[in-house]
C-alpha cells in the first residue's frame, strides 16, 4: 500500500490487488485500474483508458487490448474504472463529466493517479494522455479544459463536452485534441450541439 498527496490536497491510497491490478481510494471513492507496461519502463509516455458508462477497466481491456500496440511502442497503459456518482439513481460505473454537479472529483483523482504513476515508475511527465469511450469520452473534455497542465493530449470516442465544461472553458488551453464521432450514433450524434 503507497500513499501520494499534495500540500493541502486528499491522499491517494493505491493498494495492489493481484498482478498488475490496483485500487487507488481517493476522496471516500475507490477506482480500480490495471496497468500494461512497456519492456522500457523508465521516461515512458502514459495513456489512462477511461471506459464508458457501467464498464469497467477490465471490460474495456478486453474489447480492445490497446496495450497490444502501445506497448511494444514504448508507452505505459492504464485502464482506470470510474466509480458511483453522487446523485446517480441508476448507481453505474461513470465519470464526473460536470454533468453531476456534486459527484466525485474525478479531475483531481486523475491527475493525482498520474502524478503517482510518473513517480511509482519513473514515466515521463511531458507525455500524459487521455482517452475514453462514451462517457470517458465526455471525461476526457473535462481533463483537457481542467486537468491543470497534466495532459498533452485527449481522444473522445463517442463522447461530447458538456455544456458546462464549454461555459467555464480555459481559453489559453494548450492542450491537443482528437474526437471521434461515428456517423450512425444516435446517442451521441455528430451534430448534437
Known amino acids: 500500500k503507497r ?10 491510497d493505491v493498494t495492489q490487488i493481484k498482478d498488475n491490478r490496483y485500487s487507488a481510494a481517493f476522496g471516500g471513492v475507490v477506482h480500480e485500474f490495471i ?18 458508462y457501467n464498464n ?3 471490460s474495456m481491456r478486453e474489447e480492445i487490448a490497446f496495450e497490444k500496440q502501445a506497448c511494444p511502442k514504448g508507452y505505459a497503459v492504464v485502464y482506470v474504472n470510474g466509480s458511483i456518482q453522487k446523485g446517480d439513481l441508476a448507481k453505474g460505473f461513470a465519470w ?14 486523475l491527475v493525482m493517479l498520474a502524478e503517482y504513476l ?10 500524459v494522455f487521455a ?43 494548450r492542450v491537443g485534441f482528437f474526437q471521434i464521432t461515428g456517423l450512425k450514433d444516435d446517442v451521441v450524434p455528430k451534430n448534437s450541439d
Not at 496497468?35 to 464508458?52: K, R
Not at 510518473?118 to 507525455?127: A, G
Not at 471525461?139 to 497534466?150: E, F, I, K, V
Open 35 to 52: 496497468i500494461e507496461l512497456p519492456q522500457t519502463v523508465e521516461n515512458a509516455p502514459l495513456v489512462l483508458l477511461l471506459p464508458g
Open 96 to 109: 464526473n463529466s460536470g454533468i453531476y454537479p456534486n459527484g466525485n472529483d474525478d479531475v483531481t483523482f
Open 3 to 12: 500513499q501520494a498527496g499534495r500540500d493541502g490536497l486528499q491522499q491517494l
Open 131 to 173: 482517452a475514453g469511450f462514451s462517457n470517458g469520452g465526455f471525461m476526457t473534455h473535462r481533463l483537457a479544459m481542467q486537468g491543470q497542465t497534466s495532459f498533452k493530449a485527449c481522444v473522445s470516442v463517442a463522447g461530447k463536452m458538456p455544456k458546462v465544461i464549454w461555459r467555464d472553458k480555459n481559453k489559453k488551453n
Open 56 to 58: 469497467t477497466a477490465e
Open 118 to 127: 510518473q513517480k511509482e515508475y519513473k514515466l515521463n511527465k511531458d507525455l
